[in-house]
């Protein structure tokens, strides 16, 4: 069964942090390569980070718009993949989605989404 689960969404101040988790059935996790998105309000899509199976250093990527800020991370036995924000913009307020894709590498199109959360920063 494909399941995605977003957590750790919510209301922050600016130049605040948040933990995003997302929590994956065995099957969309195992040996697929995951990502997060964003959408704010009126506004299209936007690739935000992923990470490779493999994890770490060169297999990962971080989106210009929050390199030094979002940092990407996953933890294989447990399924779960994690976007660490810190110094938060309101211009980070959108809606997260996790999502999956077949194989080792981030680069490429998902298939698989959760159903997103809600992080809003307040100025």
């Known amino acids: 069964q494909v399941r995605l689960v977003e957590s750790g969404g919510g209301l922050v101040q600016a130049g605040g942090s948040l933990r995003l988790s997302c929590a994956a059935s065995?099957?969309?996790?195992?040996?697929?390569?995951m990502g997060w998105f964003r959408q704010a309000p009126g506004k299209e899509r936007e690739f935000v980070a992923a990470?490779?199976?493999?994890?770490?250093?060169?297999?990962?990527f971080h989106a210009d718009s929050v390199k030094g800020r979002v940092t990407i991370s996953r933890d294989n036995a447990k399924s779960t993949v994690y976007l660490q924000m810190n110094r938060l913009k309101p211009e980070d307020t959108a809606v997260y989605y996790c999502?999956?894709?077949?194989?080792?590498?981030?680069?490429?199109?998902?298939?698989?989404w959760g159903p997103g959360a809600q992080v809003t920063v307040s100025s």
């Open positions: 990470i490779s199976w493999s994890g770490g250093g060169d297999n990962t």
């Open positions: 065995r099957r969309t996790f195992s040996g697929n390569a």
């Open positions: 999502a999956a894709r077949r194989g080792e590498s981030w680069r490429g199109r998902y298939e698989y």
